[in-house]
């Protein structure tokens, strides 16, 4: 690590496809490999795919890293990963080997090519749950709400339908 290391960014790490615990330790390993310090990692967490959920369900991680690299680095990183596993581009959504998102940089606002915290964070079970278990006071920096409460809002459903792997 560098002098100036940023210690608060949470990236979801998730598949669907093949051996998906296999592929999540993969991207984790991959992850560390190019400096990047994993701190905490939460329990698994399996869900239906979204929006169809015919397809295989996700396998779901969240991770809070270290890192010196800067939003814009950290993201080519990340589908840099992707790729070297195996995702291909396909259509939006469709089954993925690996997918790696940064969810909050720090609690930064970007709003631009790059748009942190990840723009539908707040709405999603398999994000929530994981990330209050690895840190019960974070609040999302747009919104300003508590993780708890976003969880709360979440509806009935999609708190049922998530589970602890």
């Given at each position: 690590?560098s002098?100036?290391?940023?210690?608060?960014?949470?990236?979801?790490?998730?598949?669907?496809?093949?051996?998906?615990?296999?592929?999540?330790?993969?991207?984790?390993?991959?992850?560390?490999?190019?400096?990047?310090?994993?701190?905490?990692?939460?329990?698994?967490?399996?869900?239906?795919?979204?929006?169809?959920?015919?397809?295989?369900?996700?396998?779901?991680?969240?991770?809070?890293?270290?890192?010196?690299?800067?939003?814009?680095?950290?993201?080519?990183?990340?589908?840099?990963?992707e790729?070297?596993?195996?995702?291909?581009?396909?259509?939006?959504n469709?089954?993925?080997?690996?997918?790696?998102?940064?969810?909050?940089?720090?609690?930064?606002?970007?709003?631009?090519?790059?748009?942190?915290?990840?723009?539908?964070?707040?709405?999603?079970?398999?994000?929530?749950?994981?990330?209050?278990?690895?840190?019960?006071?974070?609040?999302?920096?747009?919104?300003?709400?508590?993780?708890?409460?976003?969880?709360?809002?979440?509806?009935n459903?999609?708190?049922?339908?998530?589970?602890?792997?």
């Amino acid at each position: 690590m560098s002098e100036n290391p940023v210690r608060n960014i949470y990236l979801g790490v998730g598949s669907n496809l093949g051996n998906k615990k296999i592929n999540i330790e993969k991207a984790k390993f991959k992850l560390s490999q190019k400096n990047i310090f994993i701190e905490k990692v939460s329990n698994y967490y399996e869900s239906f795919s979204w929006p169809n959920t015919k397809d295989p369900k996700f396998l779901n991680i969240i991770i809070k890293i270290i890192t010196i690299k800067s939003p814009k680095n950290l993201i080519k990183l990340c589908k840099e990963i992707e790729r070297d596993m195996g995702r291909k581009k396909g259509p939006k959504n469709s089954p993925r080997i690996c997918d790696i998102d940064v969810i909050d940089y720090d609690n930064r606002k970007l709003d631009g090519d790059i748009i942190l915290p990840h723009p539908r964070m707040h709405t999603r079970n398999f994000v929530l749950i994981p990330m209050y278990e690895l840190d019960k006071d974070w609040r999302h920096p747009i919104l300003k709400h508590s993780i708890k409460k976003l969880i709360l809002s979440l509806p009935n459903r999609d708190i049922r339908s998530i589970k602890q792997i």
